[in-house]
């Protein structure tokens, strides 16, 4: 797997739980950003309602983070434009307190809950510990490239 120019068509991103100065969802956000200026996002959206959670509390835009990662920052340059840019500038504890909220956070609306029920429906309809949308997103990139549940 090239990490700088990751073929999301080839496989998944990271896990949304793997963290990256605290911030659980950034390296997934990292990897799907490098894939999508490569043009090799396949079936992952750049800029999803959770890479938008992302953008709200980091206090940063997509196309601003979209543009510090098309100048070729790794990882860790990343976190160091993620601390010099955003606003307002987060605390570790805050980060911690807002990466497991984001770890644990459920589906929400009777909406959210329904899609929710039929993807693991699809995926996994004997399994019963799909609780989280991290829980649901790792099931999806471990089905969607072969995995059987």
């Known amino acids: 797997m090239n990490y700088s120019t990751p073929d999301l068509a080839q496989h998944p991103p990271r896990s949304p ?5 605290g911030y659980a969802h950034l390296p997934r ?22 890479d938008q959670r992302f953008f709200a509390f980091a206090g940063v835009t997509a196309d601003a983070l979209l543009a510090a990662v098309k100048e070729g920052r790794g990882d860790a340059e990343m976190l160091e434009w993620l601390a010099a840019t955003q606003q ?20 929400g609306d009777v909406t959210r809950h329904e ?9 996994a309809p004997k399994r019963d510990d ?14 969607s490239f072969g995995g059987r549940a």
Do not use: V
């Open 29 to 50: 956000l990292l990897d799907k950003a490098r894939a999508h200026l490569a043009g090799k996002l396949g079936d992952y959206n750049w800029n999803c309602p959770l």
């Open 17 to 21: 739980r793997t963290r990256l100065g």
């Open 115 to 123: 899609t929710f029920a039929e993807h693991i429906r699809k995926m």
């Open 130 to 143: 799909i609780r989280t949308m991290f829980d649901r997103l790792e099931l999806d990139d471990y089905s």
């Open 88 to 107: 307002p500038k987060r605390a570790a504890w805050e980060i911690l307190a807002w990466s497991q909220w984001l770890e644990n956070l459920a589906p």
